[in-house]
């Protein structure tokens, strides 16, 4: 059982900045890496960004591209998403989650969520 820790969310105008951190404990030895996904009012969760564990190779959803950076700290077992130039569009839940054996931008394909840091971006 993997446990997932967000936090880090909060009130910002737009054009500010956040960085969330999500911290794993559990069964996480066997990830291929870790993602963040997030979920605004009334819409699907979708992906936003992901990083292999071992070598650091990361990926973006194109609305983020440029102005989230995903990173880790193998030795916190933790996940970071720096987040710039923020816009009202960005306002969501966010969620890390953790890629056992592939990089999936289908949310369907994760079955263990933390509960999740608000990011509110007001205009």
């Known amino acids: 059982q993997v446990q997932l820790d967000e936090s880090g969310g909060g009130l910002v105008q737009a054009g500010g900045s956040l960085r969330l951190s999500c911290v794993t404990s559990g069964r996480t030895f066997s990830r291929y890496g870790m993602e963040w996904f997030r979920q605004a009012p009334g819409k699907e969760r979708e992906f936003v960004a992901a990083i292999t564990w071992t070598t650091g190779r990361t990926a973006y959803t194109d609305s983020v591209k440029g102005r989230f950076t995903i990173s880790r700290d193998n030795a916190k077992n933790t996940v970071y998403l720096e987040m710039n130039s923020l816009e009202p569009e960005d306002t969501a839940i966010y969620y890390c989650?953790?890629?056992?054996?592939?990089?999936?931008?289908?949310?369907?394909?994760?079955?263990?969520w933390g509960q999740g840091t608000q990011v509110t971006v007001s205009s």
């Open positions: 989650a953790v890629a056992k054996l592939y990089i999936s931008r289908d949310p369907a394909a994760f079955t263990s």
